[in-house]
Nanobody, 121 residues
Framework: QVQLVESGGGSVQAGGSLRLSCAVS????????LSWYRQAPGKEREFVSS???????RYADSVKGRFTISQDNAINMGYLQMNSLKPEDAAMYYC???????????????WGQGTQVTVSS
């Protein structure tokens, strides 16, 4: 069983910062990387950032230079540092596992419940 729990969301003014955390339990043999997605009301879920087990990172164009993804494998935590927040960054943010392991169980994405980010102008 794999569980992901996000935290760190909240309400900030434009230009502010938040750091989201994602605690992962279970499936340590999968050597998970983590991805972050977000979904605003009335919009489709969109990719924000990812980090794989080798530490390679990707970012959506809309957050490049403002967001930084990281992962601490020793304590099974993932982070998304969000700076210079804009009103359009407001959304529910979800973390999800990614894995290059051979196991179908490991490759199956495991999602957290999300944490809400609100950005006021």
């Amino acid at each position: 069983q794999v569980q992901l729990v996000e935290s760190g969301g909240g309400s900030v003014q434009a230009g502010g910062s938040l750091r989201l955390s994602c605690a992962v339990s279970g499936g340590t043999y999968c050597h998970f990387g983590l991805s972050w997605y977000r979904q605003a009301p009335g919009k489709e879920r969109e990719f924000v950032s990812s980090i794989d087990s080798a530490g390679s990172t990707r970012y959506a164009d809309s957050v490049k230079g403002r967001f930084t993804i990281s992962q601490d494998n020793a304590i099974n935590m993932g982070y998304l540092q969000m700076n210079s927040l804009k009103p359009e960054d407001a959304a529910m943010y979800y973390c999800v596992t990614n894995s290059k392991a051979d196991s179908m169980f490991c490759r199956t994405p495991h999602w957290g419940q999300g944490t809400q980010v609100t950005v006021s102008s």
